[in-house]
């Protein structure tokens, strides 16, 4: 049986150029979705899979982020005398404990398997989590859980993976596959953004990991991959000989929020999932129609 996996890494070092000027002071990983923002739904989905370690691999301007999982004695001190008992939990309930979240920096945009490297003394030698804040993802079963049942049963490197039309295979890392059942997929290797003339399949990958520590004597080398950039799934490729690794089908839909479309898609899908506000974005929504 595989090691537990009791720690998660979130790459949120970027600038988030896309969203300007919204994020000139502000980091996209607190871009609200509905009332909450991108990072705190990457956290719930991590502490509902049963991590443990917060792992946060920031950069400048990151403030925001670090402050959003502290307390706010100022705000829970007037949320408590005015007897705003749900208010205090919203901003309360879902907050890792003390000594469970961590941040170290990324000191130049090198690329994710770099982003990744830096957090390599707080993994130490376990099976660890990555999660992509941008990929918001819409499940029954919250996507990082899927992939930690998959984990307990084959080990190595379990990646979340989805079918993308061939023209997209550029965008994503692409798994070569080896077996197929149609949920889950062995891969006797992985490129990097590959032409779509020359990619081994259309199943890429997406922003939900759980990796062997041996990917970092790979990232440790600080090699350059596509882009000029440190891919994360270079070097996941590189321990294929020797760690199994399969791509899951996860069960959910995925939004991509480093995208405007994508980021106003995921408000309105979450919104249509609230009860407290289905109704009116469907009235609205309708508004909207065309003739």
Not at 171 to 186: E, K, N, S
Not at 262 to 285: P, S, T, W
């Amino acid at each position: 049986m595989a090691r537990r996996v009791r720690k998660a890494v979130f790459p949120v070092g970027g600038m988030g150029t896309r969203f300007l000027p919204a994020t000139k002071a502000m980091p996209k990983e607190m871009l609200p979705v509905v009332d909450k923002p991108l990072i705190q739904y990457a956290v719930e989905e991590a502490r509902a899979a049963g991590i443990e370690h917060f792992i946060f691999v920031t950069g400048r301007g990151k403030t925001a982020l670090e402050d959003h999982f502290d307390h706010a004695p100022d705000l829970e001190r007037t949320l408590r005398e005015r007897g705003k008992v749900k208010e205090i939990e919203a901003v309360t309930a879902w907050m890792p404990k003390s000594g469970q979240v961590s941040y170290t920096r990324q000191q130049e945009p090198l690329g994710l398997g770099h982003a990744i490297w830096c957090a390599r003394d707080l993994v130490d030698n376990e099976p660890f989590a990555v999660i992509l804040p941008d990929d918001l993802i819409l499940a029954r079963t919250p996507c990082l859980k899927q992939l930690v049942a998959v984990h307990t049963e084959v080990g190595g490197n379990v990646v979340a993976v989805m079918d993308v039309p061939r023209e997209h295979t550029r965008r994503y890392g692409i798994l070569d596959v080896q077996h197929d059942d149609g949920r889950l997929a062995r891969a006797r290797g992985l490129v990097e953004k590959p032409d779509p003339a020359t990619a081994p399949s259309t199943l890429s990958i997406t922003g939900r990991y759980i990796l062997h520590p041996q990917v970092f004597e790979h990232l440790d080398r600080q090699e350059r991959g596509a882009g000029g950039e440190i891919q994360l799934t270079d070097a996941i490729a590189q321990t294929i000989d020797s760690v199994p690794f399969h791509g899951l089908r996860f069960e959910g839909q995925r939004f991509d929020c480093g995208d405007k479309v994508g980021f106003l898609h995921a408000n309105i899908a979450f919104a249509l999932h609230r009860d407290d506000l289905k109704d009116q974005v469907v009235e609205v929504l309708k508004s909207f129609q065309l003739a």
